[in-house]
């Protein structure tokens, strides 16, 4: 059912925790149904040096967040916003199609995360001029 990928990233989860001080902060999820993703950014000169994530779900949304913390890490804020949930799903060799919402959550995040970037810094960050974290609520399955 889930691909030996999706097990290691769900069992051995990558850039787990928090950073103090970041950079951006994005959380999305629906409380309702327990999928909750919080990433945390450190930038400098525009790339993305560190991330880190909080996730509360199912194993699913830790593998997806796990995956795409590590697609992000090392790029530079413009590569970063254009990860979609496709690339996630991608890397992670495939989700069950009811577990899909759970990649969409993740690149949500990040882009909740960049958009909190640019505010902080008053920069623009091309593909988030239309993007409003509090229209970005993730539907349960």
Same mark, same amino acid.
């Given at each position: 059912m889930y691909?030996e990928?999706?097990m290691d990233?769900?069992k051995?989860?990558r850039?787990?925790? &928090?950073?103090? &001080?970041?950079d951006g902060v994005?959380? @999305?999820?629906?409380?309702?149904?327990? #999928?909750i993703m +919080?990433i945390?950014?450190?930038i400098n #000169?525009d790339?993305i040096?560190d991330?880190k994530?909080?996730?509360?779900?199912?194993? $699913?949304?830790?593998a997806?967040s796990?995956?795409?913390? %590590?697609?992000?890490k090392?790029? &530079?804020i413009?590569?970063a916003?254009e990860?979609?949930n496709?690339?996630?799903?991608e890397?992670?060799g495939g989700l069950?199609? @009811?577990?899909v919402?759970? $990649? @969409?959550?993740a %690149?949500?995040a990040?882009k909740?995360?960049?958009?909190d970037?640019?505010q902080?810094?008053?920069k623009?960050? +091309?593909g988030? %001029? &239309?993007?409003?974290p509090e229209?970005?609520e993730? $539907?349960?399955?």
């Open positions: 691909t990928t999706v990233h769900f051995n989860p850039n787990v925790g &928090n950073i103090e &001080n970041a994005g959380q @999305v999820g629906n409380a309702k149904c327990g #999928d +919080k945390y950014l450190k #000169d790339i040096e991330v994530f909080e996730t509360f779900g199912c194993g $699913s949304a830790i997806s796990s995956m795409a913390t %590590e697609l992000i090392g790029k &530079n413009n590569e916003v990860l979609s496709k690339a996630v799903v890397a992670l069950p199609p @009811v577990k919402h759970c $990649s @969409v959550l %690149e949500q990040i909740s995360a960049l958009y970037y640019a902080r810094t008053n623009v960050i +091309k988030l %001029e &239309n993007f409003n229209e970005e993730h $539907s349960c399955h």
